[in-house]
């Protein structure tokens, strides 16, 4: 399985950006997929995953901000990132963990100026 994120960039304090990201397999069948981050000297994170059930899942940080979607038909994860905050600046990599085996993308950097 291979990932291709993408969408990041510099926004100003209050923007929007959407991530996209690309897998090389019809992802119709995972129910586990989301979206981590890492920040300088942090650990990686959860931003935003589904879960079994179709069930979702955000950190409390980035609730009511941040959506997480997909698009079976394209096989791609979206996260779309509202009023977004300094502290939100980080490497941004999506995730499909499949039969105990997680796959990651390769990061976009995503920059917040205050």
């Known amino acids: 399985v291979q990932l291709q994120a993408s969408g990041g960039g510099l926004v100003q304090a209050g923007g929007s950006l959407r991530l996209s990201c690309a897998a090389s397999?019809?992802?119709?069948?995972?129910?586990?997929m989301g979206w981590y981050r890492q920040a300088p000297g942090k650990q990686r994170e959860l931003v935003a995953a589904?879960?079994?059930?179709?069930?979702?899942d955000y950190r409390d940080s980035v609730k009511g901000r941040f959506t997480i979607s997909r698009d079976n038909a394209k096989s791609t994860l979206y996260l779309q990132m509202n009023k977004l905050k300094p502290e939100d600046t980080a490497v941004y990599y999506c995730?499909?963990?499949?039969?105990?085996?997680?796959?990651w993308g390769q990061g976009t950097q995503v920059t917040v100026s205050s």
């Open positions: 589904f879960r079994s059930g179709s069930s979702t």
């Open positions: 397999i019809s992802i119709w069948s995972f129910s586990n």
């Open positions: 995730n499909i963990r499949a039969i105990g085996v997680d796959y």
